[in-house]
């Protein structure tokens, strides 16, 4: 059963923007935390982008602050990640995750995944 439908991923050139979408069409993630992970080849998952259920509270990993910005719309039940001058090193599988709580969410709190979308950055 699918719950969340990612998109939104695709190749693009060094300096480029993407905005990734996680969509819900089930409606199960409105009250909890959203977050973004990422999977570079040969390398583990790590943490992009948090979003508490509200979207009062905001995190996000180092290497991506000020260039990427993640957003919910819990009327369209859908969760952003705007990504802005984008790196090589941004490559990757992208994934949507749901937290088992409201406010936060990190790898070992994550009660769900995506399918993932690929984000390919040329230099």
């Known amino acids: 059963q699918v719950r969340l439908v990612e998109s939104g991923g695709g190749l693009v050139q060094a300096g480029d923007s993407l905005r990734l979408s996680c969509a819900d069409p089930r409606r199960t993630f409105s009250n909890n935390a959203v977050g973004w992970f990422r999977q570079a080849p040969g390398k583990e998952r790590e943490f992009v982008a948090g979003?508490?259920?509200?979207?009062?509270?905001?995190n996000y990993a180092d290497s991506v602050k000020d260039r990427f910005t993640i957003s919910r719309d819990n009327v369209k039940n859908i969760v952003y990640l705007q990504m802005n001058s984008l790196k090589p090193e941004d490559t990757g599988v992208y994934y949507c995750?749901?937290?088992?709580?409201?406010?936060?969410?990190?790898?070992?709190?994550?009660?769900?995944w995506g399918q993932g979308t690929q984000v390919t950055v040329s230099s």
């Open positions: 979003i508490s259920w509200r979207g009062g509270n905001t």
């Open positions: 995750a749901v937290a088992r709580s409201s406010q936060t969410i990190n790898a070992g709190t994550v009660q769900y």
